[in-house]
Structure formats: C-alpha cells, structure tokens
C-alpha cells in the first residue's frame, strides 16, 4: 500500500517531483520556417504511443535552435528530439481568454541506429531504433474538467521547470478516469505519463477537422511537502 495520502484543503501541497519532458523519435515529413522570424514548425511522424496507429505532433523550435535544425535535418530524416509543452493564455478586450499550447523543441539528434544504440559503435548498418513518443508530466492539478456522460477527463497540471511555469492540459480516459474522480482534486501533486496524440476527422459535409493534443497513459497521486 502507498505511503502517499490525498490531502485536500489543508494549505498548499508544494510537489516534490516537477517535470514537463517530451522525447519523440520519428520521420520529419513537414518543416515549416514563419517568413521573416527565427521560427520553424516541424511535423514528427511517430507511432511510439504503442499500437498500430501514427501520430503527428507539431513541434516548435526559436531562435538558434530553429537556424540549426534548418541547416542540419531535411524532410524524410529520422531524428530524436526533447521538448517541453509550453502554455500561453492571451486575453482581447471584450473577448474570452484563449490559451495555446505547444510542444516547443530542446534540442535534437540524428536517430541512431539499433546497432550504436545496443553496441555504441557508429554505423550506417541495420535498422534504426524504434519511435518513441513520450511524454512526461509532475507538478501540482489546478483544474479538473469531466466530459459530461463520457469515460474522458480533462486535467490541467502546473509544472515548474528550468525556472518557467506551464499549465498543460491531458486527457484521461477509461480507468484513469475512475482513478482521478477517487482521488484527484485541485491542489493534489501528481505524476503523468503520456504521448502526444494527433487525430483526423472528417465531417458530414467532407470538411477535415484536425485534433492534437496530449493523452495519459498512466497517473499517480505524488509526493509533497506542505507549505
């Protein structure tokens, strides 16, 4: 049994365990540079979610970093790539707050193959190693949202990392669900374990709707030290 018990309403809990890490390892099937900004969007196939299915995160990559990938990688090149998800809210006069949320790139390498990965001796020999799609996050639940008459929820989790604060969002589904409505609330620490997950829909009409976003895989209540 845990050692870890839910506290709710008894001051802050100040999360010991903070993280907010994407790894991907896939194809590069879209670069995209903003005209006349040090910015570059890159699509990553990858199907390391586990299944049959492929997903296509969008990646965001700034200044120095975006002027190298641009001069290193090329569409159809298998890479591997660290980020975090990084949230904005802006708010118009007059109108409701809208919030992004982005997978903004780290840094990146050439995919290495299963050989140099196994052995570490460099080769172009052999298969590369396999996708990877993970996504991990750790700081404190500030919103709690459940799908009305669906096994889908919704949580907003505080991370505090490399001195920055993000509120990324992920969805849970199925047990998970269950899970979190026993025992998560605002202000509980937790722990998420996930992949960046993208979705095509067509409508009645034949218009594409496009999805993206993050899915929880696992979660836990997490340590904390109250303040």
């Known amino acids: 049994m845990s050692d870890i018990t839910m506290q709710v309403n008894s001051g802050y809990l100040k999360p010991t365990i903070n993280e ?7 194809t ?14 890159t699509t990553i196939a990858t199907s390391g979610s586990g299944g049959n299915h492929t997903h ?15 001069q290193k990688v090329h569409e ?10 990084q949230t904005k809210r802006r708010v118009r006069t007059g109108e409701k707050p809208i919030y992004y949320q982005n997978i903004v790139g780290q840094g990146f390498t050439p995919a290495l193959k299963k050989i140099e990965s196994a052995f570490g001796l460099p080769t172009e ?3 590369y190693v396999e996708d990877e799609n993970d996504v991990r996050l750790a700081g404190t639940v500030t919103h709690v949202f ?21 509120t990324p969002h992920i969805r849970l589904f199925g047990n998970n669900v269950q899970y979190a409505l026993e025992n998560i609330s605002d ?6 374990t996930g992949y960046a997950y993208t979705n095509r829909v067509e409508r009645e009409d034949g218009a594409i709707d496009y999805f993206e976003g993050l899915t929880c895989t696992s979660i836990a209540i997490a340590p904390a030290e109250k303040e």
């Open 146 to 166: 459940k799908v009305p008459d669906k096994e889908i929820m919704v949580l907003t989790i505080r991370t505090y990392t490399a001195g920055y604060i993000n």
């Open 56 to 70: 296509y995160p969008k990646v965001i990559w700034f200044g120095d970093l975006a002027e190298e990938f641009m």
């Open 28 to 41: 590069v099937v879209h670069i995209y540079q903003v005209p006349e900004a040090p910015i570059i969007v």
């Open 125 to 127: 020999q052999g298969q």
């Open 187 to 192: 202000g509980v620490p937790v722990c998420a």
């Open 76 to 85: 159809k090149d298998r890479i591997s790539l660290l980020a975090s998800v």
């Open 20 to 26: 907010n890490y994407v790894k991907l390892t896939g």
